[in-house]
Nanobody, 123 residues
Framework: QVQLVESGGGLVQAGGSLRLSCAAS????????MGWFRQAPGKEREFVAA????????YYADSVKGRFTISRDNAKNTVYLQMNSLKPEDTAVYYC????????????????WGQGTQVTVSS
């Protein structure tokens, strides 16, 4: 099983940018579809973005399309989420996940999760 650790969260003003990283250990992430989810207080964990094994295909929630970019570096065993034009509604704990399935949209498909990193966007 792969272990995941997120970093890069913080406090940023609306319109600003952050880059999240998800460092993996224990197994190569090339075996996995990788995804980013987020969970705001009182809400369910929701899909944000996902990327295929080699990185040729990416998928986004409508709410972040055009603002967020997911990427991966399999040689570094790391996945990234570049977040631009941040909005207060992007405030949440962001989680990185790994799945051996192509059902990237569903959190129940993921076998490994990181501990999360807090992103707070002030207005």
């Amino acid at each position: 099983q792969v272990q995941l650790v997120e970093s890069g969260g913080g406090l940023v003003q609306a319109g600003g940018s952050l880059r999240l990283s998800c460092a993996a250990s224990g197994r190569a992430i090339s075996h996995y579809f990788m995804g980013w989810f987020r969970q705001a207080p009182g809400k369910e964990r929701e899909f944000v973005a996902a990327i295929s094994w080699g990185g040729s295909s990416t998928y986004y929630a409508d709410s972040v399309k055009g603002r967020f970019t997911i990427s991966r570096d399999n040689a570094k065993n790391t996945v990234y989420l570049q977040m631009n034009s941040l909005k207060p509604e992007d405030t949440a704990v962001y989680y990185c996940g790994a799945t051996g399935s192509v059902s990237y949209y569903y959190k129940t498909s993921y076998s490994s999760w990181g501990q999360g990193t807090q992103v707070t966007v002030s207005s």
